[in-house]
């Protein structure tokens, strides 16, 4: 007993010697959630869609792309990559729509530090940034500053072309590594609901991957057996083309009941693999994955 506390006394002065001016250490969140858990969250991202109302795209075309990036970790100094990304979607003149799949800050303090984060905030229906809360976006006490920016943390819309509808996508909060009693029965009922509505496809997005690679991301690597085995199933149960998810850094791809998990590399900067996802939405998906500028 003695070794373990003078352990996990050496990790926490460690950590703590390694912080920065660029970031803000909570040890607790380390270990354990430190905030407001998934299903307080589930519940207000619900009061909040429910005060809008639903969200349909139109897209004005059969055809067009997504933008997809994960685990930006950006600080004050270090957010390269996701200006890059950034500009790169502001440029696409197709039609389009872009996501975050989590992670989009380091640590405490980071929310209102960069540009990018203000792009996201700044989105219109026609020029729109979707996002998912990962686990270093909520935890550390940030949820009601990330609710600020993004109002809602599990969701869906659609997108049509004026005409017809095209594809659905739901938006997953599994920061904590569980998705929660109240949203897993959310995403039952509206699986069951509009898998009748003939859609062209089904995407889910979410941060926390389900199969994972290794043991490092600590109590939110995956979630626990019996709720993968239940979201899997589920997943595959209603026609769910793909999930897109991050968390990792690192890419990987799972079929599984019929379903593609695609895990994204990470687009933080200084890291090795840094990649983001273009995908071309039409009667089939054509993935591009692009590399960020080396330094």
């Known amino acids: 007993m003695k070794k373990n506390l003078l352990y996990l006394s050496l990790i926490a002065l ?6 920065s001016d660029d970031t803000t250490l909570d040890i ?10 998934v299903g307080t969250r589930f519940a207000q991202s619900m009061a909040y869609n429910d005060s809008v109302g ?3 795209l139109d897209m004005g ?3 067009y792309v997504i933008y997809a990036c994960a685990d930006s970790h ?3 100094k270090n957010h390269k990559n996701l200006d890059f990304f950034i500009d790169q979607y502001r440029a696409e003149t197709a039609p389009k729509l872009a996501l975050h799949l989590g992670d989009i800050i380091d640590a405490q303090k980071n929310y209102p530090c960069a540009d990018s984060i203000l792009h996201f905030a700044g989105q219109t229906i026609l020029d729109t940034v979707f996002a998912t ?3 270093h976006d909520i935890y550390f006490r ?5 609710r600020s920016f993004f109002k809602t943390s599990a969701y869906w819309f659609d997108t049509n072309n004026g005409a017809k509808k095209l594809d659905l996508f739901i938006c997953l909060d599994s920061a904590e590594g569980t998705l929660g009693v109240d949203q897993m029965n959310w995403l039952r009922n509206l699986l069951a609901n509009k898998s009748k509505e003939g859609y062209r496809r089904i995407v889910v997005f979410t941060h926390t991957h389900i199969w994972k690679l290794d043991e490092s991301q600590g109590h939110t690597s995956n979630m626990a057996l019996e709720e993968t085995y239940e979201l899997t199933s589920l997943l595959g149960q209603y026609g769910v083309e793909t999930v897109w998810c991050g968390h990792q850094h690192a890419m990987q791809r799972v079929a ?6 695609l895990v994204l590399n990470a687009t933080k900067d200084k890291e090795q693999g840094q990649s983001y996802m273009i995908a071309e939405m039409g009667n089939n998906v054509n993935y591009s994955f692009i590399e960020y500028p080396k330094e």
Not at 28 to 37: T, W
Not at 256 to 261: E, G, L, R
Request: glycine share 10%.
């Open 54 to 56: 639903e969200m349909h």
């Open 256 to 261: 599984f009941k019929n379903v593609m998990y």
């Open 28 to 37: 607790a969140g380390l270990f354990s959630p430190n905030g407001e858990v």
């Open 142 to 146: 940030q949820w009601s500053i990330y």
């Open 61 to 63: 075309s059969d055809d």
């Open 133 to 135: 809360p990962g686990n």
């Open 74 to 76: 950006i600080t004050r």
């Open 14 to 19: 460690g950590l703590t010697s390694c912080a």
